[in-house]
């Protein structure tokens, strides 16, 4: 059973355009909501993280927006460059302890 | 360098070889994680360790895979009598506490079983 749900699984955006990653999640207990950014041949990186206290939290071009109620989590990534192609993962944890990863979205900014 | 090492970056083992992996996490960090990543998937969590105690295997998929941290630092994940759906790629990460604490990837091990 796949404890956190990611859509879309593929996402093309023009150079400048908004990319917009959606996650949803049902364990009430997950506490800690990362999204990470991941090359191909490389390890995942975190770009942006938040926990259930806050209804979004803003790091440079990318914004995290929460929505407890609706156990939803979304990805914002304004103004998107092609540096950006990579793909997406959204995770949610329980105190750290084991991270739950959503399948990935593959996204591809186009010039 | 700083980051997570793990080696080595690529293997390949015929069915039935016993296969070690290696991870060498951030120093001082406290906290271990072992991860598979199937091709097009996100990371699976196989195990977790709090310096050299492993907390959570629950994720390790049969008894064949093993894994340690004895001395709190490098990790080894072992794989007995590999088949061939054990192919993936094997990431390790690790953070300097629990509690939330970003977790830092190493660039995996790809795991090709023939």
């Known amino acids: 059973q796949q404890q956190v749900k990611q859509s879309p699984q593929s996402l093309i955006v023009q150079k400048g355009g908004i990319s917009i990653i959606n996650c949803a999640y049902e364990?009430?207990?997950?506490?800690?909501f990362p999204w990470y950014q991941q090359f191909p041949g490389k390890g995942p990186a975190l770009l942006i993280a938040?926990?259930?206290?806050?209804s979004e939290k803003k790091e440079g071009r990318f914004t995290i927006s929460f929505n407890k109620s609706a156990k939803q989590f979304s990805l914002h990534i304004m103004d998107s460059q092609p540096g950006d192609s990579a793909t997406y993962f959204c995770?949610?944890?329980?105190?750290?302890?084991?991270?739950?990863f959503g399948t990935g979205t593959s996204l591809t900014v186009i010039p | 360098g700083a980051g997570v090492s793990q080696s080595p970056r690529y293997k390949v083992a015929k069915r039935g070889q016993d296969v070690a992996l290696r991870c060498d996490p951030i120093?001082?960090?406290?906290?271990l994680f072992w991860y598979q990543q199937a091709l097009g998937q996100g990371p699976e969590f196989l195990t977790y360790?709090?310096?050299?105690?492993?907390?959570?295997k629950s994720g390790l998929p049969s008894d064949r895979f093993f894994a340690e941290r004895p001395e709190g630092s490098v990790s080894t994940l072992k794989i007995q009598r590999t088949q061939q759906e054990d192919s993936a790629v094997y990431l390790c990460?690790?953070?300097?506490?629990?509690?939330?604490?970003?977790?830092?990837f190493g660039d995996g091990t790809r795991l090709s079983i023939l």
């Open positions: 360790f709090q310096n050299e105690a492993q907390l959570d």
């Open positions: 120093s001082g960090h406290v906290s």
């Open positions: 938040i926990r259930p206290d806050v």
């Open positions: 990460a690790s953070s300097p506490e629990d509690s939330n604490q970003p977790q830092h």
């Open positions: 364990n009430t207990a997950f506490d800690y």
């Open positions: 995770a949610a944890s329980i105190s750290g302890n084991q991270f739950y």
